[in-house]
């Protein structure tokens, strides 16, 4: 049987605050009949405004939602009220799934494993064409090698005329559209971001570095334009971040600027198999588009990972990692001289549950800075500190026997952070950013799960 979530966990997988609101009315007995739960799913039937009950389920291995009613949100209100009643242990546990939950259990099955079967195919299909694409790829590396020069020379003369005047923020404008009709989309990206940097007064420095990151990378993709002859960093450095060779320098620098890796590539690559704990995530929107980061670490290997789904505005997000949990698991990274974001490849059996192995201050710098060196343009990193505490309100910082760490701005005052630790030493899940760590989790005395 898989250790109930709390109910933190549960109000983390909402898509919004009203859905975390209307979940909670809904989740007394009264409001629920037939209700069960097994090692593999909880299920029951919701009483709602017509004459037939809504039928909410959940594959607990995933997870995974399905429910009757006409809600375009994911998971709704019901799939929610559902789990925190059985959070609260109000569904009593039942020999065998029910049978439509056990139709729909299978199904998803025989779907995972048709479409675990045609990745296969197209997988062997692209490595059987010979240099089908290679014409057009090779317009490409033209196209971008040319975007790139421009910027690097429109950078030189930003250096030279001063910052004094870089206050308008549609000042970009121009150079994001050619850098995407050079086809360097996550250039463009980056800069079409840049507006938010005048909104400090710290503003100069922040362009500037962010000016000389920009600069680094079309110096790193002229240089490394040529095919790479020597091979891939062999095995892992200190902390579980793999060492950099040419070749995956070069694949960071591609993928920074733009140059994407299918979900299939990176299934063919590296395949990493631990006890990975789900750390917590975050949801950014730029552009109508809404950005979730999922972080992970390995129990046993230490490493790193950064699970990302995509979805516009309104739009259901994948809900498949629950924040707190740890599921025994294959990850397949994307390459890269700093392999960090990742895909989940396959599932095994249940994980044990409790907080993550965390470390010092001390000895998570040092890993931080081991990942910048293979990827100086990393702006985020997960951590797990071991033995902090928050060191009050003014100053904000995470404080332990090695010193302490800033909070990001965004942060603002932790208060719940604060409650939780009363003074006491916590395990607590971050985000490292250069400017300051985003609390993501953190387990009270008693080993439970708080979202921060």
Known sequence: MIERWNR?????????????????????????????????????????????????????????????????????KHALGLLLLWSADGVPVAEEVADWVGEWLDGRRDRAARTAEAGATRAVRSAEAPF???????????????????????????????????????????????LIDAQAPAVAGSLSRLPAVLDGDD?????????????????????????????????????????????????????????????????????????????????????????????????????AALVLSFAPVGQALDASLVTGTTMDADLAFYPGSTPLRAVVAARHDAAPAGPPPGQSIERALDEVAEALAGDPWLDSWP?????????????????????????????????????????HPLTVAAEWTPRGLRPLTTWDEKGRVIAL
């Open 8 to 76: 933190d966990q549960v109000l983390a997988l909402a898509p919004d605050a009203s859905s975390q609101k209307a979940a909670g009315t809904i989740s007394s007995p009264g409001k629920w009949s037939g209700t069960g739960v097994t090692a593999d799913a909880v299920w029951g039937e919701c009483a709602g405004s017509g004459s037939k009950p809504y039928r909410a389920c959940v594959d607990l291995s995933e997870p995974a939602y399905r429910c009757t009613c006409p809600s375009r949100k994911f998971p709704c």
């Open 383 to 423: 951590l797990v500190l071991e033995g902090v505490t928050p060191a009050g309100s003014g100053s904000r910082l995470l404080a332990g026997p090695s010193g302490g760490l800033p909070l990001h701005p965004s942060a603002g005052t932790p208060w719940r952070l604060v409650a939780t630790s009363g003074g």
């Open 203 to 303: 503003w100069p420095a922040r362009l500037l570095s962010e000016y000389a990151l920009l600069h680094l990378l079309c110096v790193a993709h002229r240089n490394l334009a040529a095919p790479a002859s020597s091979p891939a960093g062999a095995g892992d450095g200190p902390g579980g971040v793999p060492e950099a060779g040419p070749a995956r320098l070069r694949e960071r620098v591609r993928d920074r600027v733009g140059f994407s890796v299918t979900k299939e590539e990176a299934l063919a690559g590296e395949v990493v198999r631990d006890l990975w704990d789900v750390l917590g995530r975050r949801d950014e929107e730029h552009d109508r588009l809404i950005a979730r980061r999922v972080w992970l670490r390995g129990r046993q290997t230490g490493r």
């Open 132 to 178: 089908a694409d290679g014409r057009r790829a090779a317009l490409r590396e033209q196209r971008v090698s040319a975007g790139l020069s421009d910027l690097e020379r429109w950078l030189a003369d930003q250096v030279r005329q001063g910052l004094a005047g870089s206050r308008r923020h549609d000042q970009w404008d121009d150079l994001v559209k050619r």
